[in-house]
Structures are given as structure tokens and as C-alpha cells.
């Protein structure tokens, strides 16, 4: 049984980073994409990053500009999510998402088998 549990997640204030986390079971992460989305309140889900297995490859949302990193440590079946110069916007419910074949952009989130069950970050002053 896949499992993915996010932590990380808090209160800070605008301009501060975290490191969101999702550990893997049930998986092996070389032969899985892993995916961050997000929910704000009242909004959609929307594509945050994705990184794919044996490549490594990478992929953002473009209004991220940069500000968060997703990387993953395949012997710790763990793949992290980096997020600088936070924003109040970025203030969301960020879920760790996985799926057999590559990510090639950011895949909608109907095309993710397995979910976690989401880790809060909100930004505030």
C-alpha cells in the first residue's frame, strides 16, 4: 500500500522558508514522478512542482519565480520541497502527490494516483 505523508508545514511570517517534506511507503521513489500542489482557501488546486525518478528532472509552476526547490532523496524515500521569500499567498494546504509515469510540466491533479493528506503552511505577519 502507497502511502505519503507530508510534514513541515507552520506559521511564519512573510519573507521566511520552509522545507516541506513527504515520506514515501509502499514505493520506491526512483521508479515514481513526485508532485507538490496546493489549496488555498476558496481556490482550486493548483500545480506547484513535480520531480521525476531516475532522472531527477524538475519542474515549476511559473509564478513560483523561483522561490521554492524540489528535491529527492531516493535512499530516504523522501522528497522535499524548499520554499523561500514566502508570501502571504502562499499560504495554502500543500499536498505530496505521486504517479508512475514521468511529469512532463506540471500534470493536473486527476492525472496523480496517490495523495497525501496535506501539511498547513500559512504566512502571515
Known amino acids: 500500500q502507497i502511502q505519503l505523508v507530508e510534514s513541515g508545514g507552520g506559521v511564519v511570517q512573510p519573507g521566511s522558508s520552509l522545507r516541506l517534506s513527504c515520506a514515501a511507503s509502499g514505493l520506491g521513489l526512483s521508479d515514481y514522478a513526485i508532485g507538490w500542489f496546493r489549496q488555498a482557501p476558496g481556490k482550486e488546486r493548483e500545480g506547484v512542482s513535480c520531480i521525476n525518478g531516475n532522472h531527477f528532472s524538475t519542474n515549476y509552476a511559473d509564478y513560483l519565480k523561483g522561490r521554492f526547490t524540489i528535491s529527492r532523496d531516493n535512499v530516504k524515500n523522501t522528497v522535499y520541497l524548499q520554499m523561500n521569500s514566502l508570501k502571504p499567498e502562499d499560504t495554502a494546504i500543500y499536498f505530496c502527490?505521486?504517479?508512475?509515469?514521468?511529469?512532463?510540466?506540471?500534470?493536473?491533479?486527476?492525472?496523480?494516483?496517490?495523495w497525501g493528506q496535506g501539511t498547513q503552511v500559512t504566512v502571515s505577519s
Open positions: 502527490v505521486a504517479r508512475e509515469r514521468r511529469c512532463t510540466g506540471l500534470p493536473g491533479p486527476a492525472l496523480y494516483a496517490w
